[in-house]
């Protein structure tokens, strides 16, 4: 029985939320690299998940973190949790 894309959104959300922890260590330890092959993979997963906010933050995130812009990537971040507390999947109704 094949998964529809509705029924996979709640184990993908559950993963961008374990990122956050992951992107928050990683600034902390100022490991610029590993904030960027998470944002890379939220850039290139959120679209496909219906979440084009993932994409946009994780484009932003990546470029930052490339760049350097360590206070960029806090921004991100940020509104990476601002936009996973706000989105209710349907696991959660």
């Given at each position: 029985m094949q998964k529809t894309i509705a029924q996979l959104v709640p184990a993908y959300l559950e993963r961008r939320?374990?990122?956050i922890q992951a992107l928050a260590q990683a600034l902390q330890q100022d490991d610029l690299p590993a904030v960027q092959r998470i944002a890379h993979n939220m850039k290139g997963t959120g679209s496909g998940y219906g979440f084009t906010k993932i994409t946009e933050i994780g484009a932003r995130m990546e470029a930052a973190a490339k760049s350097?812009?360590?206070?960029?990537?806090?921004?991100?971040?940020?509104?990476?949790?601002?936009?996973?507390?706000?989105?209710?999947?349907p696991a959660r109704e």
């Open positions: 939320a374990a990122d350097g812009m360590r206070s960029e990537v806090g921004v991100c971040l940020s509104d990476l949790t601002d936009f996973l507390g706000s989105v209710n999947s």
